[in-house]
Structures are given as structure tokens and as C-alpha cells.
């Protein structure tokens, strides 16, 4: 098959684009080309944001397109330009309006669609993945929409997947902190596991809009397959919602957080989706211990001194533990 990846140089696209060579398909990239493209792709640049801008690939016949922008503008002009077969569009879970649900399924509500070509930052994410789900939905060619949940793995850049893991393997004290939250539930999906499925879908031309993550997994447990992972004897030290909130601790991403927790109970089903309809059409997950090891060995392999994206650094890990020390987080 003829299999154009928009981006490919990228995490999630230059995955699918290695999976794909891997099943002897033949790949190309269009990107800007800042980044090197899998060995055994061509790579074809352009700039997405110009009108004409996918001008050098749109004279072509695909089999398959696939898509994992967040830019309504982009999304549209690729549906009006290409000629393909088939249309795979990696969406999001940030597309549902609301996520005091556990596991909802692909018929819950939406959010708005963005109005507009262009998401000018993440407080209107979902938005703007609504509006290109819709673009694609709407296009000539038969579509797959993937609302993928977070994707962890070897070569999560974000550090969401590989902090706790990490943090066992490199604890400060005897203790790790944690939510003490042990039954939050949380999900994730390998990046791997997305994206040979996404191939698979490109080969079945398989139509329809499906949540992807991994099974629901208690925290407790989730952590309990981190310090495995790390085959670290430091022990959990829990402490509260309100605690955390006090001494400045948010939840799921960014500087001074504990990745796959969030703390706001209208949120409480943010990382789970129903994935029956998925896995119908062939998705399969590996064991989330798989996923962490690999991502701690990503994690180790950092250059040293590089400021971490997510979690907490050594100096925050002390504050909360001297902040916590002798009563009840």
C-alpha cells in the first residue's frame, strides 16, 4: 500500500510510519522536515499552514492518508487536497464534554467545535480536534476517527508515562510521594500498540470513529507496577487532594505534578474510555509493566540535567515529604 503520513518525523507518526515499513508498505512523510523521517521513508516537505502548501503531494493516488493534527485549517485542507482510498485521523479523549463518566463510550457528547483554521493554544484542544474530526467525517474518502487516551511508551517526551516509574528508580527519601487516591482510575496506550493499529486499520479500510487506551487500572496498582518496574523498596507515602493543592502540587502534566492522577472529581473519568468497539476491530494493548519498563529505560536514557516536563523534581519531592513528615498527608 501507499501510505502518506502527515508528519512521520514526530513521536506517534514516525511510529506508525516504522510499523507500517516493518508490514512492507511503502511511506511517505510530508513535514517541514526539521526532523529525521524513519529509515526506509521518503521524506516530502511543505508547510501545512500555507493554502497551497500540500501541493507537492496532492497530484498523488493514495491507498491511505493519515492525520494527527490539531489544526482545524490543516485537517480541512488536506481532506479538499488529497485523493485517497482511505482516511485515518488521530483524535483525542479531550473531545467529550465532560468527564465525570468512567469508560463513556464514542456516543457521549461532544464539545463544541472550534470555530475557525487555527487552535491558538491548549485551552481549546478538544474544541479543535472536534472541528477536524468533523472535516474528516465529512470528506469523499471513507474515515476512521481514533479518540486515542494518553499515549505512554518509550519516547513519551511529556515524561507522563515515565515519571513514576522514574521517581521509584530514583526516589530522594524512603518514601515516594503519591495521591492518596488508590482507587483513581487511570488508562494509557503504548505507543506501539496505537500505532500498529492504526496500520491494521489502514490495511482493512476500516471505517468509524473508536476510543483507544488501555484497561482501567486502579493508581494503587498502577504505582504497585512502577516500583516493580524500578525494583525499588521505597514505599508510597499518600497524601490528600487538599494537601497536595496546598503546598502548589496540580495533577496529570506539567511542572510540580503527579502524572496519571487528577485531583478534581468532575474529572474522575478524563483518562478511561469504553474501548469494546476498538478492540472489535482488532486493538490490542500489551501489560501496562511492559509499557512503564520500557518507558523508565527512555527515561534513563535523558541527557543528564534535563528539566523534566512532568512530575515532581528532587527538590519538590523533599518539600512535600518535610511538609508531610509525622502526620497524615
Known amino acids: 500500500m501507499r501510505l502518506l503520513v502527515l508528519g512521520g518525523t ?20 510530508f513535514a517541514r ?35 494527527v493534527s490539531r489544526q482545524p485549517g490543516q485537517v480541512r485542507r488536506a481532506v479538499r487536497d488529497l485523493s485517497s482510498e482511505h482516511h485515518v485521523f ?40 472536534v472541528a477536524c474530526e468533523r472535516a474528516v467525517l465529512g470528506g469523499s474518502a471513507p474515515a476512521a476517527v481514533i479518540r486515542s487516551g494518553l499515549i505512554g511508551g518509550p519516547g513519551d517526551w511529556s515524561g507522563r508515562t515515565g515519571y513514576w516509574p522514574w521517581r521509584f528508580a530514583h526516589p530522594v527519601a524512603e518514601e515516594v510521594v503519591v495521591p492518596d487516591d488508590p482507587d483513581f482510575p487511570t488508562a494509557l496506550i503504548d505507543v506501539r500498540d496505537l500505532s500498529a493499529w492504526i496500520v491494521t486499520l489502514v490495511e482493512e479500510r476500516a471505517p468509524g470513529v473508536f ?27 499518600p497524601v490528600s487532594r487538599e494537601r497536595l493543592a496546598e503546598l502548589g ?56 540535567g534535563e528539566e523534566r516536563r512532568a512530575g ?6 523533599r518539600r512535600v515529604l518535610a511538609a508531610t513528615s509525622g502526620r497524615a498527608g
Open 211 to 237: 476510543n483507544a487506551t488501555g484497561p482501567t487500572t486502579r493508581l494503587e496498582d498502577a504505582l504497585a507496577t512502577a516500583a516493580a518496574v524500578a525494583g525499588s523498596g521505597a514505599r508510597p507515602r
Open 90 to 129: 488521530v483524535s483525542t479523549g479531550n473531545v467529550y464534554a465532560a468527564f465525570d463518566t468512567v469508560e463513556q463510550s464514542e456516543d457521549a457528547a461532544l464539545r463544541a467545535p472550534l470555530e475557525g483554521e487555527v487552535m491558538a493554544d491548549m485551552e481549546t484542544y478538544g474544541e479543535a480536534k
Open 312 to 317: 515532581l523534581s528532587d527538590d519538590d519531592e
Open 249 to 304: 502540587i496540580d495533577g496529570w502534566m506539567g511542572p510540580a505534578s503527579l502524572p496519571l492522577w487528577i485531583g478534581d472529581p468532575d474529572w474522575r473519568g478524563f483518562a478511561t474510555m469504553d474501548t469494546t468497539r476498538a478492540r472489535a476491530a482488532g486493538l490490542v494493548t500489551r501489560p501496562l509493566r511492559e509499557t512503564l519498563a520500557d518507558a523508565l529505560a527512555f527515561e534513563e536514557q535523558r541527557p543528564a
Open 10 to 29: 514526530a513521536w506517534l507518526g514516525r511510529t506508525v510510519a516504522e510499523e507500517a515499513l516493518r508490514r512492507g508498505h511503502e511511506v511517505t512523510c
Open 33 to 67: 522536515g526539521t526532523a529525521p523521517v524513519a529509515e526506509g521513508a521518503e521524506l516530502v516537505r511543505g508547510d501545512r499552514d500555507d493554502d497551497d502548501g500540500l501541493a507537492p503531494v496532492a497530484g498523488e493516488r493514495w491507498d491511505a492518508v493519515v492525520d
